[in-house]
């Protein structure tokens, strides 16, 4: 019987797989509220290993190194009971909740313009920091999910969600027409800084057994941009990461929400491995897309958390068994999940009977 990291990597690598393959990412509050509904609980009374507890196969082991221009910089605007705006070290002001998970909300930036990012930014990004990374502790995360036989992954952002967070939304995509040459300078001083800084995580810390790089590149129906400007200012600098992974015979499975379908030819000529989640209610058909590309990339995700939402047993178990099934019948290489994390409207106990499902029709 093939362990967790035998199956993903098998998976992975087009090789033969005893079973699909599963993991999720619950949020934050998403755990709190499993407690009250029965979920276990560690010695601190929070909620147990999710991993562990569910058998997932995959587990993130590090790779999140500070990526802004300026380390350490948090300079608290504004401060109330419920949310704080700080300003980070890429000149971005954002808001944070305190009491629950989503991602922060856009206040202002700094960086509105190429003359500011070469005076006051690109300097910090040219040498090896090393305080960017976190060398002992990630070592020993990986020693630990290795013995429990995950298949165990650096991951992090990339330079669409670095330069989005940098610049802002409106900087962002008005240089991607305005000013392509600012775009490329960005996205070539940190591509040589990741590379950089990886270099040292996988030499010292160790070699784990794959690489996710999220990068959320479209939104209900659209991509954010046109797939060629993409393939001209974003693209490359995808091509070239891959390419520095898999000298270190390292997988890269690929993370966007959003539509993706029209970027996937894209994310194939980059030599990506795997592609996660394949959004349903962005407008992805994941069996579609298995259907052009079983024999390019491994999947992962795609069931649509709307359904889990629902409470409704005989849809979930409708819709579980049929996304299995369907990515089976089409030979396709496939890790079972959500089409995104799972938020606080999904029930512990529906989750789990999602699980009892997936184990009915796990094997190949």
């Known amino acids: 019987m093939q362990t967790s990291r035998d199956v993903i990597d098998c998976l992975l690598r087009g090789k033969k797989a005893d079973r699909v393959g599963v993991a999720d990412s619950p949020w934050g509050d998403t755990l709190s509220e499993w407690v009250k509904q029965g979920m276990p609980v560690d010695e601190k009374g929070e909620a147990v290993d999710v991993v562990e507890h569910f058998g997932f196969d995959l587990c993130g082991c590090g790779g999140w190194f500070a990526w802004e221009a300026k380390r350490g910089v948090c300079d608290v605007l ?6 704080r705006i700080t300003r980070n070290g890429s000149g971005a002001a954002l808001k944070y909740w305190k009491h629950k998970s989503g991602t922060p909300e856009h206040i202002d930036f700094l960086m509105t313009d190429r003359s500011v ?3 006051d930014y690109r300097p910090h990004l040219l040498e090896l920091d090393r305080n960017r990374i ?13 013995k429990q036989g995950l298949w165990t992954s650096f991951g992090g952002l990339f330079i669409w969600e670095i ?3 940098s610049m802002g939304d409106y900087t962002m995509y ?4 305005s000013d392509p040459a600012w775009v490329h300078d960005f996205n070539r001083v940190y591509t040589d800084m990741f590379k950089a800084h990886y270099k040292v995580l996988l030499e010292e810390a160790g070699r784990p057994d794959g690489v996710w790089l999220y990068e959320d590149l479209g939104y209900k129906g659209r991509l954010f941009c046109r797939p060629q400007v993409l393939a001209d200012v974003i693209f490359p600098y995808y091509s070239e990461l891959v390419e520095f992974f898999h000298s270190y015979d390292l997988p890269v499975v690929f993370h966007s929400c959003g539509f993706t379908e029209p970027a996937i030819d894209l994310i194939v000529a980059a030599g990506f491995d795997g592609l ?13 897309i298995a259907d052009a590309y079983a024999d390019k990339l491994a999947f992962f995700g795609g069931l649509d958390a709307r359904i889990l939402e629902s409470g409704d047993r005989g849809l979930i178990r409708r819709e579980v068994a049929g996304l299995i099934e369907g990515m089976k019948e089409r030979g ?3 890790v079972f999940g959500s089409d995104h994390s799972l938020s606080t409207n999904v029930e512990y106990g529906d989750f789990e009977y999602a699980l009892e499902v997936y184990r009915e029709h796990m094997m190949y």
């Open 163 to 165: 330069m989005r967070a």
């Open 78 to 83: 504004e401060e109330t009971d419920e949310w």
């Open 117 to 119: 990012w070469e005076r």
């Open 134 to 146: 976190d060398v002992e502790g990630t070592a020993e995360e990986l020693a630990r999910r290795r």
């Open 276 to 288: 996660n989640p394949m959004e349903v209610k962005a407008g992805n058909n994941p069996l579609r």
């Open 174 to 177: 008005m240089s991607l027409v």
């Open 332 to 334: 396709a290489r496939y």
